[in-house]
């Protein structure tokens, strides 16, 4: 959803199709801001899966992340030096295959499934496929503890990124609470007036507090929701390679 749809669907839930609701667009962008802000913080499934390609460099270990991205999992490398020509990639190969052997037709049990899990990953370590790292997420930086071998080459970041702005206008649950944010603030700029005057020279009370109180008791019961497990996010978003 793009920004202008957005604001126009809170303008209009706010009564705007009926009467003049004086929100501009600074006031609605503040409300969005804050209701994403809160989801960011509250929610449970508020990012992204993705899989980045970072080009690293021999002898560089910093690394400058785009500012998408919140969580580095895990960094994998590609494996170019195993061979079985290679006395050690055989050795590794051996030493990870060659005990499964043992078990015959029908005896594979948990134990030994657990036990060839420890064996992956002792080869992992042994051909250096896993990259040890340091995420820096205030500065959003990540660094290695070991140069890179190669120049000009990539490696993959198991992350989780933010969604665009776009896509958190998508969410039903942030569109409620910049609907909350909105009307409080009508509410709050209402309430320094008790009455205005009207075209016909009467004047029309207005009651801020009340649109205050039901603003601050629709974002009690959002809280609730997403705390609940309710968060009114889209059903699919797909693991992207960045």
Known sequence: MTKDE???EIIIALGGNLIDV????????LAFKRAKRTFQQKGSNNMRRQFFRLRVNK??????????IDTVVKVIKPITGFSVENPLSLAVYNELFY?????????F???S?????????????YMAYDAQFQHDKHRNTIRFLKNPERDNVF??????SNLTDDEYRDVLWIQSWAEAEAQEMLGRAYGKFSSVPDPSGGSVSLNGDQLVQDAQRKKEQLIEDILNGWEGDPEY????MG
């Open 6 to 8: 957005f604001n126009e």
């Open 22 to 29: 004086e929100l501009e667009d600074k006031e609605l962008d």
């Open 59 to 68: 002898c560089q270990q910093e690394y400058q992340l785009p500012s998408n």
């Open 99 to 107: 005990d499964l052997g043992n078990y015959g037709a029908g005896g």
């Open 109 to 111: 049990d948990f134990v």
């Open 113 to 125: 499934y657990e036990f060839t899990l420890q064996k992956i990953e002792n080869f992992h370590r």
């Open 155 to 160: 490696w993959l970041l198991d992350c989780y």
């Open 237 to 240: 978003y797909e693991i992207r």
